[in-house]
């Protein structure tokens, strides 16, 4: 039986031949990096540690030619912001994601109309997920 009408979610992680990764969780972070202008407040508004958003800045930045977020230490009215580069890598980004959903949506339908609906999620099944960095996507 159904009971929610959820629809299904497409995620897309972007592995770069260099070595860089560009996740969710990356969006996630300069999203929140925007808003509060810091490292430490996007931190805490992720609910992450300062080191784990400084080390996903740094491979931010290293993964590309030009820095994705501008970094100011010390500085009262904000430690970060996001470059133009940025700006640009996150709109090139979410219209991947537009793109790959769209594209997913017929084959998503069909399975969905595939789905057990009386399935019901296990504490066991949550052993069997794997882990996942939630800065980098890894």
């Given amino acids: 039986m159904r009971t929610e009408v959820d629809t299904p979610q497409v995620g897309v992680i972007l592995k770069l031949p260099n070595g860089g990764v560009l996740a969710p969780a990356d969006l996630e972070l300069i999203d929140a990096l925007r808003k509060e202008r810091s490292i430490i407040g996007a931190s805490r508004a992720l609910g992450l540690s300062y080191r784990k958003c400084w080390l996903s800045v740094d491979a931010l930045n290293r993964t590309f030619e ?53 399935y019901q999620k296990s504490a066991t099944d949550a052993e069997t997920e794997p882990r996942r960095d939630r800065a980098s996507g890894r």
């Fill in 66 to 118: 030009s820095p994705v977020v501008a970094t100011f230490p010390g500085r009262r009215e904000g430690g970060a912001e996001i470059t133009p580069f940025g700006e640009r890598l996150v709109g090139v980004y979410r219209s991947i994601e537009r793109h790959a959903a769209n594209s997913a949506k017929r084959t998503l339908d069909e399975i969905i109309g595939a789905l057990d609906w009386s």
